[in-house]
Every structure is written in structure tokens, then in C-alpha cells.
């Protein structure tokens, strides 16, 4: 490491320019006698005094602002010496409306993919692109709070706030607090005053403080943010150590900066030379940041390296400086001794860049996760991801004391009030290895706002779905009963032993309706369409979509429930409510022949009262995998009863629920946490989404859907998306082709603005197929006159074209316009084209498959000259609810063979 000289002098600032946002090596250039374009009574200029210089002397106030005079009065080593001004960033903007000609609050350096340098306010884009850039990279490392409303992060060195109300404006839908943390009062005047005039100040809080001291508690931010603002810190250990600790668990860290360069032909004096000139106390190499951000604490630690975009900046600075030497106002108004140094420290600064002294790029990290097994797993819990630390092995190095963000429990930990309460009050989730969470208080983890989730849910689920299936046929056939009966030697006939119901016959009641009983009732449709089943729950949680697609009859009352079944199943949850739910009375209206099977609690029956109802024989029989109590008393009379059938709480006891348990745990963490983006599962769904939209786009050719190289589909994927590349034939791209980040901002600005007005949406694509587009040039646009057009009926929004879509401002309307039809699929672009999008690639492919052919169809009518006719406004209401059907939904039914027509070999 390079030495850091802190009590070095400094030189005179005026003699090197390097981070052009940093107020100590920039602002001290500029004087009330040598500010370009800035006039006298100027803000900025208020507390300051006129230097001796040789314009001063003359004391005329018209010759004060002039900038030392003619060139030729001046020497070639003439200097204008730096002086203490008032709001020096005020100036330092105003030197990038003169100079840069940006008139742009963004002064960090900017990313330049895509971006024309001549182009006016070039700088400024590419400043605020950067932002973007960073903001959209933290994002895809926590996609959990991507679709988020309460998404929190702080600005660290934060100048005059441009970066956060960018943000905050343009992800008004996630962002609910920016904290923009400086030490500089005048930039936080100045970002105070910029957040109440976008009416942003109830979103933006502006704090005075050090980035190495931030005076919050722990883990309070999902990011922790910086530009270009590290590079003055006294100590960076100490910077990434405060990041640290402010952000949540799980949470980034993400800044840019400038970085010592890493080229072995430099000598370790040349570098020390380069910090000491420049003021730079722990001038650190990007290998060395990332081992400090490790010491610290934080995992995957990355760098990404933008030197390139740097040169670029400077040598636009480069250009423009020049240009104004060589062609502009050579006036009282223009200091060409002060652009003549600036200009050549921008030279030095671009071929110090060449050589290697210093870099600029972006650090991002993650901080881990820590949790604790307070139980023995069934098997033995292997933990693949590293960004998931146990506090309890010693391997893992987590300090002493450590506290957990999530703790592991089982059946057997009972989690009462106290216990929750006791908890460390870093804990926010907590795992149950159960099916149940009757051993939990949730109200107390509610209070203390714990999250409470299910490992092994999936597979409980299935093994008690196929276990109550056979108990109901075999109770419905009295097969309990047939145990040890003999087959007759003599005298069989077709009417021995044929009591017994089939499920096709019978009628089947439902209490609650969870996961369970819809994956159960799903299954019986599969064996027994029309058998017919009936259900209660309460009626604020009755399910609507839920009886129609399972043609289920909801029964207000239990007791209506008891009097019509063959089988009552309690598949509801124990709670104070459903305590005993299935008593005396409800058992008394249950019919002599009907049986009552309880797999959920124990204590959802009253055991007196069904003990009573089986002694008199009231009802056929009872099959229990769960009493109350349990295990019921050796002694207990339901042992005896010959129409009782009693498991020992078996429906999950296999290897691969108990294994599910376990493997459960780690992608309920990571899906918490958002920390699957390393996971190899994240690389199987990139793998899986990359194919469908290549098959999409080939597709599209095939069908003569396509216009050459243009138009675009993307899908969603981490906080960005996949989208079409561009420059490549629509019929020759291949999965790996897709891009992250298009180089098409009319592509950029359309999907943006559809994904930002409906989070639920997953894939977009935007097209100019001819029918569509001839529709969209029609005064009454598209009109659902056929079954075809079912899908798009109440569904299709409007957008006034308003010229090439490259206009960033353009985003908003067109989100409002997707916005105004709720539960749109199609935006019909006036003389334009359209777009279609959906939850999948499939659903939005097919229905721009089906709208063109609409389209198609509605232009033919038109031209046939005959009178139209309209569908009935009920059919066609009817039809578009049932076209969302699961069997009829789009691409439900033709995604698999429009697959099969596509081959990338």
C-alpha cells in the first residue's frame, strides 16, 4: 500500500484539477474577479473580497469582473491565486452551465454507454446515467425490494442531493425515504431547497454529519449509497465500517470513486507524490477496497471497472475548455489564464489515466445474514450460500456476541409471548420446521414485527393432500372394517358386502379452505369430476374465483355443512376460534352413515363429544391422524371403539418431508434476503427466461410478425430486464444474445414506463405488425367484435403518439396511459403500433399473436363494406372472463407446441 501522507502541505490548487465534484481542489479556483458568466451581486459572491489582481486596481466595477485583461498583459506563468468564497458550489455549478454548458446539477462523472458527447447537456446525461447505472445495479442484488413501496437507502457524501431527488422522482413508486448525508452545509442548503421545490422534502431528509460518524442506529437502510465522495475520507476502514453497520442484513453497498491505480511500473513515491498533491489521506487500490470492505464485514465484494468512462469525461471537459480558448468570447467575461491552467491539468489528469496512477469504478457488497439453529435438524443442515452465516459454529468466524436475524425452530419449540419478546431485536424471521404454527404466538411476533414462514411447506402440503385422499375413498368404503374379513367360501353373491360409498357418489364437507383442502379438492376433480363437494369458511374469506374453477358450493353454516355430507374433513388452522369447531352439536347433525376424518388438530375436535357420537353410534366412523390430548391416554375409551381408526400423526413421516424441512431453509433465508442472485437456481431461471424470449423473437419472424432488426421484447428479471439486442434479424436470435440494457431508448422509455405502471407485469413486447398498426391509425382504434378478441375486451389502453419515443419525459404519460384501463394487457399506440404484456413471456407473445390477427380480422370486416355486428355486450363479457380461465389463458395451451417449432441447433 502507497504511503498516505496526512500533514502534508498543500500545493496550490489551481495547478491540478482531479475530481471536478470535490469542492477543495474546484472551487478554489473561482474569485469574485474571475468567474466566467457569474454577475457581481451573485449569491455565491456575497462574502467575498476582490483580490489584488490587476483588473481590481482599475476599480471600476464593469473592469472588476473583467478576467485579468487582455492576454498579452499577462506572463505565461501567471497564476491566479485561489481565494475563499461564499456557496463555492453554487459557483462550481455555475462553472458547468459556462464552460460544460450542462446548466445540470449532476457534476459527479457519468457513464457513457449510448450517449452522444456533442449533444448539448451531454454531461449532465451522462452524470445522471451513472445514478441510473448504480441504482439499477444495487437493485438486481436486491431483487426482494425491487416491486417494494418501502424501499430505504442513504446517500453518503450525498453534495447538493441531485442524485437522490433523481431517484426519488423516477422510482416514486419504491423509494419511501432518501437520506442524503454531508458535511457541507452550503450543498445541503442548497439540496433542502431543491427537494421543496420538487415537493420532495416529506421523502428526502438532509442530514449534516460524517460519513465516518452516521449518527443512526444499526441496520436501518436496504443500501448505502455514494458518489464519487469516499475519496476524502480520513480513514476508509472506518467509512466502510459506518456503511456497515447502517445497513440492514442482507442489504448493499454500492458506491463509485476515484481509486489509486494498480500498475506495477509505478513506483510506490510516484503514487504517495499523486495523493500528497491531491489531498488524499488513505489512497487505496481497488484490490485493497475490497479486502478493507471484507474486513468489515461484507460479502461479495465486487469491483467494476469505468476508467474508460472517466477518460471520456475528461476529454470532454478537454474539448469544451478548448473550444472556448480557441473560439469563444475572448472579453472582459472569459479568464483564459485560469481555462489555460485547467486546460492543461486536464491533459496531465488524461495521461496519468494512461499510465495507470489512478483509476474510477464501482464497488458493490452485500452484507450477510446470520442465523440460528436452536433445534437439531431431522438431517443435517448444509448451507451453500455464503452470504448466510451461523452464529453458533466457530468455521464461519462470526464475531462473539453476534446476533441472529433469523432463528430455526421446530413442532417442539414452543415460542410463547415471553419467548418471543426475549428474542434479540435483530431477529426478523423466523422458521418453523411444522406444518402447524399452533406452538407459535404470531399476535407477539406480529407486535415485534417478525416474520414468521414454514420450511417444508410444499412437500407437507402434497404427503397430507395424498394421505387424506386415501382415507376419505377407504372410510367412504368402509375398508377399516374389512380387515380380517373372509372372503365367503360359499353363498357370494353381487349384493355381500357392498355398503360402502364411491367418491362419485358421495358428497364431500370442506371446513377452511387453505392450501391443503384446494391442492385435496383438486384432486378429487382429477378422479371424480362431478363429485359434489361443499365448503365453509367465513364469509369475508369466501373465494369466489376458487368455486368456480373447482365448482365448489359454499354452505354459510357448519351445521348445514354436517347435515349434507357423506365425510366432514376439518382442514382449517387451530386457533382460539376453531378450538373444539367440530363439537357435540355439529356431530349430532352429521347423518348415522356419515364419518368425520381430522388431519389438522387435535383440539379442532371436541374428543368427549365425538367419543359420545361413536359410543351411541350416531355416525359410522372417525379416522384420526391427530387427538386431543396427544398422545391420547392408553386408557382413553377411544381405543376400544371398533369405529375409530387412530394414527400416530402420520401424514408427514417420510424421509422427504424431513429432508424438505431442512433444504427448505436456505431458499427461505435467500428469497427474505434477496440473496439468490448468486444461487445457481437464479442461473436456471435466467437460463429458462432467456429461451422463451428467444423462442419469442423467432417466433415473431416466423409468423411475419417482425420489421427487420426493430421493435422489442424484454422480460423482467432481477431489477432490470432482459430485452432484444438490436442490430441482429429477428429469425437468428439465440438466448445468449438478449441483453440486459438496450441501446434503444425508445425501447428503454416504453418498457420502463409499462413496468413501472404495473409491477405485476412480467414480459412487454412492442411491435408494428401491419394490421395492428393500421388499426391504431384508425379514429375508432380496436374494436372486440370477435371470440378471438375475448382477450382484449375492457382491456386494451390508448397513447397519443407523440413523436419518436427518445424523450425521457414521455415515461410518464405513457404509464398513465397504461394506468387509466385497469387490468389492461395492450397499449395501442395511435399511428404508431402497439404493445402486449403479461405475467410470462408465453402470456404476452400469445396475445400479440392474437391481437394482430384481431386486428387482421377487423380490417377485413371493413373491407368487406357489409354492416357490422356487434357482439352481445353479457357474451362478450362472459367470454372475456372465461378466456382468463387456467386451461384458457393466454399461451396456457400453445406455448409448448409453438416451442416445438423452434430449434437453435
Not at 244 to 267: E, H, I, Q, S
Not at 487 to 513: A, Q
Not at 841 to 864: D, G
Request: glycine letters at 6%.
Amino acid at each position: 500500500m502507497p504511503p498516505n501522507p496526512n500533514n502534508s502541505k498543500p500545493e496550490d490548487p489551481s495547478g491540478d484539477v482531479i475530481c471536478i465534484a470535490d469542492q477543495f481542489h474546484f472551487s478554489s479556483f473561482y474569485s469574485s474577479t474571475n468567474l466566467a458568466g457569474l454577475d457581481a451581486d451573485d449569491d455565491s459572491l456575497a462574502a467575498s473580497n476582490t483580490p489584488p489582481t490587476l483588473s481590481s486596481r482599475r476599480g471600476s466595477r464593469s473592469d472588476s469582473m473583467s478576467i485579468i485583461g487582455p492576454e498579452e498583459q499577462v506572463s505565461g506563468d501567471a497564476r491566479l491565486k485561489p481565494h475563499t468564497i461564499a456557496n463555492p458550489d453554487r459557483v462550481k455549478l455555475k462553472f458547468y452551465s459556462n464552460v460544460l454548458g450542462d446548466n445540470s446539477t449532476f457534476i459527479h462523472y457519468g457513464k457513457w454507454d449510448g450517449l452522444d458527447q456533442d449533444q448539448p447537456g451531454a454531461y449532465g446525461r451522462a452524470s445522471e446515467a451513472m445514478t441510473d447505472y448504480m441504482y439499477n445495479l444495487s437493485m438486481s442484488l436486491l431483487p426482494h425490494r425491487m416491486d417494494s413501496n418501502d424501499f430505504s437507502y442513504i446517500d453518503l457524501g450525498s453534495g447538493t442531493g441531485a442524485s437522490a431527488i433523481h431517484l426519488v422522482q423516477k422510482h416514486s413508486a419504491t423509494i419511501s425515504k432518501a437520506t442524503c448525508l454531508n458535511l457541507c452545509k452550503e450543498q445541503n442548503d442548497m439540496a433542502i431547497d431543491s427537494a421543496a421545490e420538487m415537493d420532495l422534502s416529506d421523502r428526502i431528509d438532509v442530514v449534516e454529519a460524517s460519513f465516518e460518524e452516521i449518527p443512526f442506529e444499526e441496520n436501518q437502510y436496504d443500501l448505502a449509497f455514494s458518489q464519487d465522495a469516499f475519496i476524502h475520507a480520513l480513514t476508509k476502514k472506518v467509512v466502510y465500517a459506518e456503511a456497515y453497520r447502517v445497513t440492514k442484513p442482507g442489504g448493499a453497498f454500492v458506491f463509485c470513486d476515484l481509486m489509486c491505480g494498480d500498475n506495477p511500473d509505478l513506483t510506490v513515491q510516484e503514487l504517495a507524490q499523486f495523493a500528497e498533491r491531491n489531498r488524499i489521506n488513505d489512497w487505496l487500490n481497488p484490490s485493497q477496497i475490497i479486502k478493507t470492505c471484507e474486513e468489515v464485514g461484507f460479502k461479495d465484494v465486487k469491483f467494476i471497472n469505468l476508467t474508460t468512462d472517466l477518460r471520456i469525461s475528461f476529454q470532454l471537459m478537454l474539448k469544451k475548455v478548448t473550444f472556448v480558448l480557441e473560439h469563444g468570447d475572448s472579453g472582459p467575461n472569459v479568464n483564459r489564464v485560469l481555462l489555460m491552467n485547467y486546460r492543461d491539468s486536464i491533459c496531465r489528469r488524461i495521461t496519468q489515466i494512461e499510465r495507470g496512477v489512478f483509476k474510477w469504478g464501482l464497488i458493490h457488497a452485500r452484507k450477510p445474514v446470520f442465523m440460528e439453529l436452536t433445534v437439531k435438524t431431522p438431517v443435517p443442515f448444509v448451507k451453500t450460500n455464503h452470504l448466510i452465516l451461523d452464529v453458533n459454529k466457530a468455521s464461519q468466524k462470526v464475531e462473539e456476541g453476534q446476533e441472529p436475524n433469523v432463528v430455526v425452530v421446530d413442532i417442539l419449540k414452543k415460542m410463547p409471548k415471553e419467548q418471543i419478546e426475549a428474542l434479540p431485536s435483530t431477529v426478523e424471521l423466523l422458521i418453523t420446521m411444522s406444518a402447524g404454527l399452533d406452538h407459535i404466538d404470531l399476535d407477539a411476533c406480529k407486535a415485534k414485527g417478525i416474520i414468521v414462514k414454514q420450511s417444508g411447506r410444499d412437500a407437507i402440503t402434497n404427503h397430507v393432500i395424498q394421505y387424506t385422499l386415501c382415507f376419505i375413498t377407504l372410510g367412504l368404503r368402509d375398508a377399516f372394517n374389512q380387515l380380517g374379513v373372509a372372503f365367503p367360501s360359499k353363498g357370494w353373491n353381487l349384493n355381500w358386502n357392498c355398503e360402502g360409498k364411491s367418491l362419485t357418489s358421495c358428497t364431500i364437507g370442506i371446513v377452511g379452505l387453505g392450501l391443503i383442502a384446494k391442492g385435496l379438492i383438486a384432486e378429487i376433480r382429477k378422479l371424480a369430476p362431478d363429485t359434489r363437494i361443499i365448503y365453509t369458511v367465513p364469509k369475508h374469506r369466501r373465494d369466489f374465483d376458487v368455486e368456480n374453477k373447482l365448482k365448489l358450493e359454499y354452505v354459510a353454516e357448519l351445521t348445514d355443512i354436517a347435515s349434507q355430507c357423506d365425510v366432514l374433513l376439518p382442514l382449517c388452522s387451530l386457533n382460539k376460534s376453531t378450538e373444539h369447531l367440530i363439537n357435540k352439536e355439529i356431530l349430532g347433525c352429521l347423518k348415522p352413515e356419515a364419518g368425520i376424518i381430522n388431519v389438522s388438530r387435535g383440539k379442532v375436535v371436541d374428543t368427549d363429544a365425538l367419543t359420545e357420537a361413536l359410543e351411541k353410534k350416531s355416525i359410522r366412523y372417525a379416522i384420526l391422524d391427530c387427538t386431543y390430548p396427544e398422545p391420547l391416554p392408553a386408557d382413553h375409551p377411544l381405543w376400544k371403539k371398533d369405529n375409530c381408526f387412530i394414527f400416530p400423526h402420520y401424514a408427514t413421516n417420510t424421509m422427504d418431508v424431513r429432508e424438505k424441512l431442512v433444504t427448505d431453509i436456505q431458499p427461505i433465508i435467500e428469497d427474505h434476503y434477496g440473496l439468490g442472485h448468486s444461487d445457481a437456481r437464479q442461473k436456471a431461471e435466467e437460463k429458462i427466461l432467456r429461451y422463451d424470449l428467444a423462442v419469442a423473437h423467432r417466433l415473431t419472424a416466423k409468423y411475419d410478425m417482425d420489421m427487420l432488426v426493430w421493435n422489442h421484447i424484454s422480460a423482467r428479471h432481477r431489477s432490470g430486464c432482459l430485452i432484444t439486442p438490436g442490430r441482429k434479424m429477428w429469425g437468428t436470435i439465440n438466448p445468449e444474445d438478449l441483453e440486459f440494457s438496450s441501446s434503444n431508448v425508445t425501447a428503454d422509455i416504453i418498457h420502463e414506463a409499462i413496468y413501472s405502471a404495473r409491477p405485476d407485469v412480467k414480459a412487454v413486447i412492442h411491435l408494428h405488425t401491419p394490421a395492428a398498426t393500421a388499426v391504431s391509425c384508425l379514429e375508432e382504434g380496436f374494436q372486440p367484435i370477435t371470440q378471438d378478441s375475448a382477450y382484449f375486451y375492457g382491456k386494451v389502453a390508448t397513447y397519443e403518439w407523440d413523436g419518436v419515443s427518445d424523450d425521457a419525459s414521455e415515461k410518464p404519460a405513457l404509464a398513465n396511459a397504461v394506468k387509466s384501463v385497469e387490468g389492461c394487457n395492450t397499449l395501442l399506440m395511435y399511428n404508431h403500433g402497439f404493445a402486449c404484456f403479461g405475467s410470462s413471456v408465453k402470456e404476452a407473445w400469445v396475445l400479440a399473436y392474437y391481437f394482430e390477427r384481431c386486428c387482421e380480422t377487423q380490417l377485413r370486416v371493413m373491407q368487406s363494406g357489409g354492416k357490422l355486428r356487434r357482439p352481445n355486450k353479457m357474451v362478450m363479457e362472459k367470454a372475456a372472463e372465461a378466456s382468463y380461465l387456467p386451461e384458457f389463458a393466454p399461451g396456457a395451451q400453445e406455448w409448448e407446441a409453438l416451442c416445438n417449432e423452434i430449434s437453435f441447433d
